[in-house]
């Protein structure tokens, strides 16, 4: 159950703006495969923690935000050349480097403080999941978090499990040469429910 006079937030990394054009046509393909499942509203980003947090933190968020850009420098990230499904949903893997898990782990400390609660998506997977993702959610409020981080891209969310796509994700692969981008921004975004971002809250550029 959602705590009253929070939000579900989450720090991200922003596409740049060719790449996101990448991202999106990715996304309409799939879309025009999957014509019975619904192609949920998302801001494209890879996601470096997510949490619920009290309405009134907001501005001192948007205040760490701006001082974990400052504390990084623009760098290259690289994805996988095939997409992939995990769960109910698809995902475009990026490759880890130093710079990212650095920055995921870094997020994770200053965000984490400020956590209040679980989120929905959470509370009602957490039966299923098992001890040591238990402990993480009990930790972070999130799985795959600090050595578990796994970047991503989510192009789709929420397929029915009895929905394969296996075609799809073979039929649809990433062009070669649109494989990485160099990442500038970091966001604060305000998340639905599967963790698809619905609206940016806070843009900072990273370095100085």
Known sequence: MEIIGTVALGIALILSPQFEMVAASMDRNIAQE?????????????????????????????????????????????LDSALKRVGPNIFW????????????????KTFSKYR???????????????AAQKQEVDQHGVTNVM???????????????NKS???????????AEHLGFTARYLSLGELGYDGNVMRWIEIVPLGN
Request: no cysteine; glycine share 2%.
């Open 116 to 130: 209040r609660g679980v989120m929905a998506q959470f509370q009602d997977e957490y039966a299923t999941l098992s």
């Open 165 to 175: 796509t296996e075609d799809i994700l073979k039929k649809l692969r990433p062009d």
């Open 34 to 78: 999957l014509t019975d499942v619904e192609n949920k509203q998302n801001l494209f980003h890879i996601s470096l923690y997510q949490g619920q947090f009290k309405d009134v933190d907001v501005k001192a968020l948007t205040h760490e935000l701006a001082a974990l850009g400052k504390s990084a420098q623009p760098f290259r990230v690289d």
């Open 147 to 161: 050595q578990n981080f796994n970047p991503h891209i989510t192009l789709y969310y929420s397929i029915p499990k």
């Open 93 to 108: 893997n990026a490759r880890k480097n130093a710079v990212l898990q650095t920055l995921h782990e870094a997020a994770v």
